[in-house]
């Protein structure tokens, strides 16, 4: 039976933190949007939130499945997440194009940034985080040409 290696389980809990804390700040976004194209924008972040939300769920199964043990605390992720606070209040569209893409891009860059050492331990939760990675990126793509300029 395979186990996760110190160094697997930790890779995998950084990105469960960013990934929860990511589903956290876009929903912080869906409730708090306001302005020119607020009903598309607010069904999109559902659906940023709804991969986060799934990816999380993957890896922290995952990390079960490697007899790992994730933690999903809210303690734990405030005091471990990379992913930069939101700012509290109503926001604009325009301002929240622009904070969730840059939340969404940092999530990726976690996930790029083990990438290669979880790949190295377990070449099956690498193909995980591909998924993860390709998900995201898709996403960020799609909001931020929602303030894009031709």
Do not use: C
């Amino acid at each position: 039976m395979f186990q996760a290696s110190d160094r697997l389980a930790r890779d995998l809990q950084t990105v469960l933190v960013d990934l929860i804390e990511l589903h956290l700040q876009g929903k912080q976004a869906h409730w708090n949007l306001v302005g020119t194209n607020f009903r598309d924008l607010h069904l999109q972040l559902d659906n940023i939130v709804d991969i986060a939300r799934e990816a999380a769920d993957t890896i922290a199964e995952r990390m079960r499945a490697l007899d790992a043990v994730p933690d999903g605390r809210s303690d734990t992720v405030a005091a471990t997440t990379s992913v930069p606070a939101i700012a509290p209040g109503l926001l604009s569209t325009t301002e929240i194009v622009d904070a969730i893409t840059t939340r969404v891009y940092a999530t990726v860059d976690t996930v790029r940034a083990v990438h290669d050492d979880v790949d190295a331990g377990d070449p099956s939760t690498a193909d995980l985080l591909h998924s993860i990675i390709t998900d995201l990126e898709k996403q960020a793509w799609m909001l931020k040409s929602e303030n894009g300029k031709a």
